[in-house]
């Protein structure tokens, strides 16, 4: 979740939680949500060594997707996640050009 993003997702994930999903984040956006008290489960990015987001997404552990990028590293990593989401057949929330609001 790009930086600009992440006031937006607190309602998301709570959403998401009230619903008895797990949610999982890499660390800078884990690091947003528990400061602002809601619990989740962190992940390495691609480059961040493994098990990371495409791992889980082969292994069937995702059951839904949300990411937003920026910069040249995190679109290439973008491009892996969405197409293990594509191949495997696990809903996406890609790119979205302005805070949803639910």
């Known amino acids: 979740m790009k930086d600009k993003d992440k006031p937006g997702t607190c309602h998301i994930v709570k959403k998401f939680l ?14 947003h949500l528990r400061s602002k008290d809601i619990e989740v489960g962190v992940v390495n990015k691609v480059t961040e060594g493994r098990p990371h987001i495409v791992d889980l997404i082969k292994n069937k ?12 590293q995190a679109q290439k ?3 892996s996640i969405r197409e ?11 790119p979205f050009p302005a805070p949803m609001r639910w």
């Open 61 to 72: 552990e995702i059951s839904f997707v949300i990411n937003t990028v920026t910069g040249a």
């Open 84 to 94: 293990s989401a594509l191949q495997y057949r696990v809903p996406s929330l890609l």
């Open 77 to 79: 990593d973008s491009f």
């Open 18 to 31: 009230e619903m008895g999903f797990d949610v999982i984040a890499t660390k800078g956006t884990a690091e």
